[in-house]
């Protein structure tokens, strides 16, 4: 529980600031709405074709609010029956060739809007992590599990155009 409560929020937020710090597009914020969402994914992405970044493997990271705004975004399910059926079940899981990847807004930027990503920008090694399990040690009945962990996370810099980060400005 330890792990997946603190330990990987902890990276998964540290990860996400520096691809967000480091990206090689980052246009000023502005106030993304159902209307304009869809739009400015496909400048992301029309950004990325233009810095040579492979199609295959592109990510688009976003807030669960951002989601919300492309499920009500009738460009992004088109008016078909199969694009009816879809948003129905309120399926947004691959637009303009990338996977949607949903990630709890605590552990990204504040203000974050979304960014579209290919892993080669970016890398995140773990250099150490290791766990020890003591079998009722003096003064708990049970097990104690201690660990640690060391990591960090790099944006390479002839790679960093592979990251477009749009940060979304609040609404007045």
């Known amino acids: ?3 997946r409560e603190v330990a990987v929020p902890e990276v998964d937020t540290y990860v996400y600031g520096k691809m967000c710090a480091g ?3 980052k246009p000023a914020a502005l106030t993304l709405t159902k209307d304009n969402i ?3 994914i496909l400048k992301a992405n029309n950004a990325l074709d233009n810095s ?3 199609e ?3 990510q688009i990271v976003v807030t669960p609010d951002t989601l919300l705004l492309m499920k009500q975004c009738k460009d992004i399910i088109m008016e078909t029956d199969i694009g009816n059926d879809l948003r129905l079940r309120g399926v947004v899981s ?3 060739g990338a996977n949607v990847l949903k990630v709890p807004a605590s552990r990204l930027p504040k203000n974050f809007g979304f960014m579209v990503c290919h892993p080669c920008a970016t890398v995140a090694p773990t250099k150490l992590e290791s766990y020890n399990t003591h079998i009722n040690p003096p003064g708990i009945n049970g097990q104690l599990i201690e ?3 060391c990591y960090d ?3 390479l810099d002839n790679k960093k155009m592979a990251i477009y980060y749009q940060e979304n400005k609040p609404a007045a």
Request: charged share 25%; glycine share 12%; no cysteine.
């Open 147 to 149: 660990g640690r962990i």
């Open 1 to 3: 529980r330890q792990l």
């Open 52 to 54: 040579q970044v492979p």
């Open 23 to 25: 990206a090689g597009s």
């Open 38 to 40: 869809y739009l400015e």
């Open 153 to 155: 996370a790099f944006v």
């Open 56 to 58: 295959e493997g592109r």
């Open 94 to 96: 691959n637009l303009d």
